[in-house]
């Protein structure tokens, strides 16, 4: 898939005030961006994700930096504030030392705390993070649409090794909201709208697909009969009647494969 491209119209600038990052990315594990978006921890995970790219693992959360973090952070108000610090505490991705300094956990603390296993993941630049639930969202769709291809990839392998025929298949992807609906367990109309989002911040593009039909017009009625499924499908658009396939899916996310260590027994 192409990359997201920094410079181009949908490029989502960091317009933080204060911020300056002392990383250039980080590495966003699909299954980290799945639990965020499940558990309604996006407000939460920005809060974290600002420490951890302002810092190098610890702060200070003095008066001044707390009135930083609510007015980079369009956060209500200091209560507000608190509440996000104290889920973080409570999912144990900070942790309190003396007075007013916090230190945050690594992401290979996060992901052995919640078990993740996969070890696929997206970059995730500084100037997406205004953007991020828009920018998580098109995780979980870039890791579906990549599921696909590598899914794809093998059959036509599978074919060409036993010479097989290979059926005709669309030469795109994909992903329907009935899938992100199943995937984020959330209703319908929700997926509808974060997929809509992450299309307007330009994560993705979702672009519908149609298939001329090679049949006379006297026997539209005829087709919709004997094809009650594709029926709703049926559209008149340039003075002839097409045929509205599933829409082609694409991601302009960059996916690495992290190297998961895994933790040596004590002895």
Same mark, same amino acid.
């Given at each position: 898939?192409?990359?997201?491209? @920094?410079?181009?119209?949908?490029?989502?600038?960091?317009?933080?005030?204060?911020?300056?990052?002392?990383?250039?990315?980080?590495?966003?594990?699909?299954?980290?961006?799945?639990?965020?978006?499940?558990?309604?921890?996006?407000?939460?995970?920005?809060?974290?994700?600002?420490?951890?790219?302002?810092?190098?693992?610890?702060?200070?959360?003095?008066?001044?930096?707390?009135?930083?973090?609510?007015?980079?952070?369009?956060?209500?108000?200091?209560? =507000?504030?608190?509440?996000?610090?104290?889920?973080?505490?409570?999912?144990?991705?900070?942790?309190?030392?003396?007075?007013?300094?916090?230190?945050?956990?690594?992401?290979? =603390?996060?992901?052995?705390?919640?078990?993740?296993? @996969?070890?696929?993941?997206? /970059?995730?630049?500084?100037?997406?993070?205004?953007?991020?639930?828009?920018?998580?969202?098109?995780?979980? /769709?870039?890791?579906?649409?990549?599921?696909?291809?590598?899914?794809?990839?093998?059959?036509?392998?599978?074919?060409?090794?036993?010479?097989?025929?290979?059926?005709?298949?669309?030469?795109?992807?994909?992903?329907?909201?009935?899938? /992100?609906?199943?995937?984020?367990? /959330?209703?319908?109309?929700?997926?509808?709208?974060?997929?809509?989002?992450?299309?307007?911040?330009?994560?993705?593009?979702? =672009?519908?697909?149609? =298939?001329?039909?090679?049949?006379?017009?006297?026997?539209?009625?005829?087709?919709?009969?004997?094809?009650?499924?594709?029926?709703?499908?049926?559209?008149?658009?340039?003075?002839?009647?097409?045929?509205?396939?599933?829409?082609?899916?694409?991601?302009?996310?960059?996916?690495?494969?992290?190297?998961?260590?895994?933790?040596?027994?004590?002895?």
């Amino acid at each position: 898939m192409n990359e997201f491209n @920094t410079s181009d119209q949908h490029k989502r600038l960091c317009q933080f005030k204060h911020f300056h990052s002392k990383h250039s990315h980080f590495l966003i594990q699909v299954e980290l961006a799945e639990f965020v978006l499940k558990n309604k921890l996006v407000k939460v995970f920005r809060l974290w994700l600002y420490l951890k790219m302002i810092s190098r693992g610890k702060v200070f959360l003095s008066y001044g930096f707390r009135k930083q973090l609510i007015e980079d952070l369009s956060i209500r108000d200091y209560k =507000t504030l608190q509440s996000y610090l104290k889920q973080l505490k409570k999912l144990n991705w900070i942790g309190l030392g003396k007075g007013d300094e916090v230190y945050l956990r690594s992401f290979r =603390t996060i992901r052995e705390l919640h078990h993740f296993e @996969t070890s696929t993941c997206a /970059i995730l630049y500084p100037e997406f993070l205004e953007a991020l639930q828009d920018y998580l969202v098109a995780v979980v /769709i870039g890791d579906m649409i990549n599921f696909q291809v590598r899914a794809r990839w093998r059959q036509e392998r599978k074919n060409r090794r036993s010479f097989q025929c290979q059926p005709r298949l669309f030469p795109y992807f994909g992903v329907s909201n009935s899938l /992100i609906s199943a995937r984020l367990a /959330i209703s319908l109309s929700r997926a509808r709208q974060l997929k809509q989002g992450a299309e307007k911040a330009g994560f993705i593009s979702n =672009t519908p697909m149609f =298939t001329p039909l090679e049949i006379p017009e006297i026997e539209i009625p005829i087709y919709k009969k004997h094809c009650p499924f594709n029926a709703p499908k049926i559209r008149f658009i340039n003075e002839k009647y097409v045929l509205q396939s599933y829409n082609k899916v694409d991601h302009y996310l960059t996916f690495r494969s992290r190297r998961i260590r895994k933790k040596l027994p004590h002895r």
